[in-house]
């Protein structure tokens, strides 16, 4: 199976390149709705259509618990827009797998201070990817590298550590090693 690897920024990218330079990568921006339509354009694309390629979400996150260590590397099964009031929330799942890491629940955001409902992650974009990926019927999955605990601020992250960590992972999962 071919693999789109679509990243929020270019700092979450550059390790990856650097191992798969022929690898196909994109980056949206970050946030929902610039991810939103970065997938929706890849759907539109005859050779994803076509060939089947996976659309990888790939990018940092924050933990809400103590058994996702920073470093840690996750495949996120669902997710979940936690700003909305509760009555209006949906749940969004994968439309594929590529690995066995651990698969976590999500939540994604816009802001900082939002309750984690049930939510092991947090991230500002996998909503959006898993709602136009389940609308648009391509497959879809989401690789997420502990960069902090959340709440934490910025200065206290380990982004180059998690973004280390995401390529070499990201390379096991289009292998196949």
Same mark, same amino acid.
């Given at each position: 199976? /071919? ?62 618990? /103590? ?29 594929? +797998?590529?690995?066995?890491? +651990? %698969?976590? %629940? ?11 409902? /049930? ?59």
């Amino acid at each position: 199976m /071919d693999h789109i690897i679509i990243f929020p920024t270019e700092a979450e990218a550059a390790p990856f390149r650097r191992l798969a330079p022929e690898a196909e990568v994109l980056i949206s921006g970050v946030g929902m709705a610039a991810t939103a339509a970065t997938v929706a354009h890849l759907a539109q694309r005859d050779d994803v259509r076509e060939r089947g390629c996976c659309v990888v979400l790939a990018g940092v996150a924050g933990s809400y618990t /103590d058994s996702i260590a920073v470093g840690d590397v996750v495949e996120v099964a669902s997710e979940c827009c936690v700003e909305l009031p509760e009555r209006f929330r949906q749940t969004y799942n994968a439309t594929c +797998r590529i690995s066995t890491l +651990r %698969r976590v %629940r999500s939540a994604t955001v816009h802001g900082a201070g939002c309750a984690p409902s /049930d939510a092991e992650v947090e991230n500002m974009e996998g909503a959006a990817l898993y709602a136009v990926a389940s609308a648009m019927n391509i497959c879809a999955t989401e690789l997420r590298a502990i960069s902090n605990r959340v709440g934490e601020e910025f200065e206290k992250w380990h982004f180059e550590e998690a973004t280390e960590a995401l390529a070499s992972a990201l390379i096991n999962c289009i292998t196949g090693n």
